[in-house]
């Protein structure tokens, strides 16, 4: 099994988002001997914003690319390419200020590229990025999973939906919440990891 290990967050040991995503890893690992695990660190190696060239580069087939163009585009290529080599797809994903890290959306805007991971026929899309499975480790200081705090939760629902347009429709969402509430950060993590089955 091929693991890609998406990390957005920039807290690096202190972060709940990192520690779940390693938790579910481990326990992937421990099911299937001899996995290997690609990590993209998005916090330490992030992906530039998309920009005029980068777009063009989209939009030329790599045939007909310029020098210029095929190093604006290498970014989306390479992490394109790492996704369809993967089997499993763990995503560490903090909820900041209700959604996700910028740094996570500029990798799904590298990721997400008609007629590559998706495109339309019959007018309807249609996800390209297929056979694939996708865990979520979404951290929050917060509960956001219900209660009157739940409508402020954009990170599943974008995810789960952004995701779903480019294929990947098996998608588990764990999460590790509460961290900053007293009474229930102490065992956030444990109940987290506890209810992840692989």
Known sequence: MNILNVISSPRGGASFSIKLANGIIEKLQAANPGSTVTTRDLATHPFPQ?????????????ANRTPEQQEAARHSDDAIAE?????VIVIGAPLYNFGIPSTLKAWIDHIARAGITFQYVDGAPQGLVTGKKVYVAMSSGGIYSEGP???????APYLKAVLGFIG?????VARVEGVAVPG???????????SVAI
């Open 149 to 155: 705090a739940a409508g402020y939760d954009f990170v």
């Open 50 to 62: 998309l920009e005029e060239a980068k777009l063009q580069s989209f939009f030329t087939p790599p």
């Open 83 to 87: 996704l369809q080599a993967a089997d």
């Open 168 to 172: 990947m429709t098996d998608v588990t």
């Open 184 to 194: 229930v950060q102490d065992t956030a993590l444990e109940k987290a990891l506890n």
